[in-house]
């Protein structure tokens, strides 16, 4: 049985990545900046507009897919992704940043099911990767999952209007991740940032895989290649 497809729908794999990998991406913390932001509202912005946000409850960085500790680590984990999807090919990477006492929640399904092409589509198209840079759990906001969501349809729309998300916090559960630990799962699977009480931000490295048949059609669909693009 493939977890990914039939089973919970996720997957952890416990210090896969070295300690010296992590403290070197943690050591250049000072040069992510937002390129995408969510107040604690739900209000949404990018790029320059992120000034008019209120204030900051989660934000995305610009993409560190060409970070030499980001290439290691893809080496590391794509024998992972490519037991449960063999045609998968890195097609984004950043760092989402929980900002201290954020109460964020927004559950909903990733790339590419976010797209009305491919929102219903059952076959296993991508998967996500979510590297813990430090300790993570419930007390400072790991990743909520709600396990066999793949399973259902959720439209896309109504995860960006909040309609999933009672169900969601009933049903969701959020993996410990050690640091250096990988949390895997389908991208169909209803997932959200959850709320992070602590005093300090929380950072995590995403990176996501899709079947490498359907990267050029996602690039023309994804406005993150404005947004969230390599910028300097």
Known sequence: MNELITGDGYIVVEKLIPGTLIDSIL??????????????????????DIKNLPNISVWWSQMVMDWPEVIEIAKIIEPHINANLPEAVLYASDIV????????????????????????????????????????????????????????DFNINLCYQGLYNDMFMQKCVQPKLS???????????????????????????????????????????????VSNGNDS
């Open 27 to 48: 050591a250049k913390q000072d040069t992510l900046h937002p390129v995408r932001a969510s107040s604690n509202t739900k209000k949404y912005a990018e790029r320059e």
């Open 97 to 152: 940043v929980l900002e201290p006492n954020s109460k964020w929640i927004s559950p909903h399904i990733d790339t590419p099911h976010r797209f009305k092409a491919y929102n219903y589509n059952k076959n296993l198209l991508g998967i996500q990767a979510i590297v813990a840079l430090n300790d993570l759990d419930e007390s400072n906001g790991a990743t909520g999952v709600m396990p066999r969501s793949q399973l259902q």
């Open 179 to 225: 640091k250096g630990s990988v949390l895997f799962y389908n991208c169909r699977l209803l997932h959200s940032s959850m709320p992070n009480p602590q005093d300090k931000a929380r950072p995590a490295l995403l990176l996501n895989y899709l079947t490498g048949s359907i990267i050029d059609d996602v690039k023309k669909l994804d406005n993150i290649w």
